[in-house]
Nanobody, 122 residues
Framework: QLQLVESGGGLVQPGGSLRLSCAASGFTLDAYSIGWFRQAPGKEREGVSCITSGGSTNAADSVKGRFTISRDNAKNTVYLQMNSLKPEDTAVYFC????????????????WGKGTLVTVSS
C-alpha cells in the first residue's frame, strides 16, 4: 500500500523555524514529484512548494525565501524547512505525490498524507 506520513508539526513562535518531513512507504519516492500544501481554517487548500522527481523546485510567492523543499531519496523522505514563520503560516500541512517528473497542481496529485498541524503563535 502507498502511504505518505507527515511529521514535524507543532506549536512554534513567530520568527521560529520548523522542519516538516514526508515519509513515503509502499513506493519509490524518487519516481514521484512531491508537493507540500496547506489549508488554513475557512480557506481552500493551497500549494506551498513542489519538488519534481528530477529535483526541480518551486514555491509559492508567500513563502519564497523562507521555506525550502528538499528530498533525500535514500531515506525515501521529502522535507520542508520553514524559517521566519509567521502567524499567517498557521495551517494543516499536507504532502502529496504525483507519479513522474511534473509540477504539483493540487488537482493532479495522486496520493495524499493526512496532514500535520502547524500553529504559529506567541
Amino acid at each position: 500500500q502507498l502511504q505518505l506520513v507527515e511529521s514535524g508539526g507543532g506549536l512554534v513562535q513567530p520568527g521560529g523555524s520548523l522542519r516538516l518531513s514526508c515519509a513515503a512507504s509502499g513506493f519509490t519516492l524518487d519516481a514521484y514529484s512531491i508537493g507540500w500544501f496547506r489549508q488554513a481554517p475557512g480557506k481552500e487548500r493551497e500549494g506551498v512548494s513542489c519538488i519534481t522527481s528530477g529535483g526541480s523546485t518551486n514555491a509559492a510567492d508567500s513563502v519564497k525565501g523562507r521555506f525550502t523543499i528538499s528530498r533525500d531519496n535514500a531515506k525515501n523522505t521529502v522535507y520542508l524547512q520553514m524559517n521566519s514563520l509567521k502567524p499567517e503560516d498557521t495551517a494543516v500541512y499536507f504532502c502529496a505525490a504525483r507519479f513522474g517528473s511534473k509540477w504539483c497542481p493540487r488537482d493532479a496529485m495522486d496520493y495524499w498524507g493526512k496532514g500535520t498541524l502547524v500553529t504559529v503563535s506567541s
